[in-house]
């Protein structure tokens, strides 16, 4: 609990009604279309090229590491100043959407190896798929949201350079982990990054970001 009211400190006033939001959203999409699609057909997209991608367990570490540089990036970027940081959830509410419409008119799938070696890194690997289920893969939300991670701040000079720099090797090394550990395969990953440009772009040039004023009561 002291975490979490460390983590609120950091967190402008005017930016955590929009948060809420998006975090509340973002589970709702996951695991609401994880409900409704018990009984669906699913489609694997796994290619030649994901099948030369070998299993590489250390890369849970990443895969598990990127909620702690989601919080982060979230935050950092939510401080900038009050536009930015309503563009920046709009583009996240909007992404979110996109990926429940698609998870809930085309599930896809994948087949995980059999971890059979030893260690602390194939067992984080095993836990992990215990507790997430092959489904909700394309496009990945872990790519969708490490993108935005970099594209919120990339142009910011406020933010220095080089964190702007380890941003984008984090979002790149996120999106790597993705596929060594095989929770997704190369067009989920595609599909993530493309869609957290599409929405970045139409939060830059839309104003749908003035709702989040009238949630905060500002207009």
Known sequence: MRIVEK????????AIKPLTLCVAFNFTVYSGARLLNKHSIFHNLTSYYDDRIPVV??????????YLFWIAN??????IDKDHCYRFLIADLLGKLICGIIY??????????DITTLGIFPDMLRFLYDIDAADN???????????????GLRNCKS???????????MAVMICIS??????????DVFGGIMLAELTWQLSLHMQLYKTFKFINQEV
């Open 7 to 14: 983590i609120y400190k950091y967190i402008p006033e005017y």
């Open 57 to 66: 367990p250390i890369f849970t570490l990443i895969y598990f590491g990127s």
């Open 74 to 79: 979230y935050i950092l970027i939510s401080n």
């Open 104 to 113: 809930l008119k085309f599930p896809t799938t994948n087949i995980r190896p």
């Open 137 to 151: 893969l394309f496009p990945s939300i872990h790519c969708l949201v490490s993108w935005y991670c970099f594209a």
């Open 159 to 169: 933010i220095p350079a080089w964190y702007r720099y380890f941003s984008l090797f």
């Open 178 to 187: 993705t596929l060594t550990t095989k929770q997704h395969v190369i067009i």
